[in-house]
């Protein structure tokens, strides 16, 4: 039974800021790798950021200096700080997770949560 659940999403100006929070029920947090996906209409989905147990992060050319991805385990959660915000933004945001040490194991997704950047 393995859920992530994501929250903080919504609309918000040019420029603006959100941040976005994945709660993790039934995996290992603490050892899982973690991080955020997107997926605007009609493109693929796209890394955002990724974060292993102990980074550093990694982030796409796109979002860098601009998100920042963090975790906290003792909540089970990993944020996604989304600052300076831009249309091109918009997306169904994922959160993701995937036990380091399964070579090609099992990546667990949550059902995603609409960011909009609109003026």
């Known amino acids: 039974q393995v859920q992530l659940v994501e929250s903080g999403g919504g609309l918000v100006q040019p420029g603006g800021s959100l941040r976005l929070s994945c709660v993790a029920s039934g995996i290992n947090f603490a050892i899982y790798t973690t991080g955020w996906y997107r997926q605007a209409p009609g493109k693929q989905r796209e890394l955002v950021a990724t974060m292993a147990s102990r980074g550093p992060p990694i982030y796409a050319d796109s979002v860098e200096g601009r998100f920042t991805i963090s975790r906290d385990t003792a909540k089970n959660t990993v944020y996604l700080q989304m600052n300076s915000l831009k249309p091109e933004d918009t997306a169904l945001y994922y959160c993701?997770?995937?036990?380091?040490?399964?070579?090609?194991?099992?990546?667990?997704w949550g059902q995603g949560i609409q960011v909009a950047v609109s003026s």
């Open positions: 993701n997770a995937a036990d380091p040490r399964l070579y090609r194991g099992p990546v667990h």
